[in-house]
């Protein structure tokens, strides 16, 4: 949702802020490395309490999110590995953010905020998973309202307003419904006889290469050879 709509207008006036970085020797894996770092310090201070410098370097995180895929089309450097490498390094960061905060309430005493917590991390699972499964037999899973963006702003507020506790709270409600919706979605475009994938190709394949809507499915021709790791990736921005 919202991550999509930034994006977009990222890639409309970012392209000389992608070619500047690319000129300073800037790669996609340094942006999506310092991402994680950026993350993995905003983890730490959510454990120690410092909440309104951990939500700052959870939003530079964010940004190098967003600017590792334009710098990456700027060099001609997409691929799937590099898509599928992004996406992992996405979960890390999303579960070190709320590791961090079960730890800070769990050295708090606050038993419902930690449970509060484990509820956010179950449904920030979920919700890639439920898409890259549903884009298995789907052209597309892009329905709810908590992607990766969505929740990375949620955090970020609450830990700049002092909020987390209204922040862990409607994370975990929205996560787990977006995962809900994404069920839905996909049960009702199944039952209306949208499977987009031959029952035959579904056995070999590997999801999630892009972000966590592409796939590398093989058809039983393909049995034998490995993956396609071309470099060029067509297809809809990644999202969460």
Known sequence: MIGGFVKGQLEKVGR???EGLHRMGISPNLLTFTGLGLSLLASALLWMGSFRVAGLFMLAGGLCDM???GVARVRGLENRLG????SIVDRYSDLFLLTGLTL???GQGNVALVGLCCLAMVGTSLVPYARARAECFLPTCTVGWMERPE?????????????MDWAVGILALLANLTVLQRIHYCWRELASGRD????????????????????AVFSQDDSGR???MGRQVQGSPKSQ
């Open 16 to 18: 000389p802020l992608f």
């Open 67 to 69: 600017l590792d895929g």
């Open 83 to 86: 898509a599928f490498l992004d």
């Open 104 to 106: 800070y309430f769990a």
């Open 151 to 163: 929740r990375i702003l949620v955090l970020a507020a609450g830990a700049l307003f002092q909020v």
């Open 196 to 215: 987009s994938t031959p029952l035959g190709e579904q056995s070999n394949e590997v999801a999630e290469f892009y972000g966590e809507e592409r796939k």
């Open 226 to 228: 490995g993956p396609d």
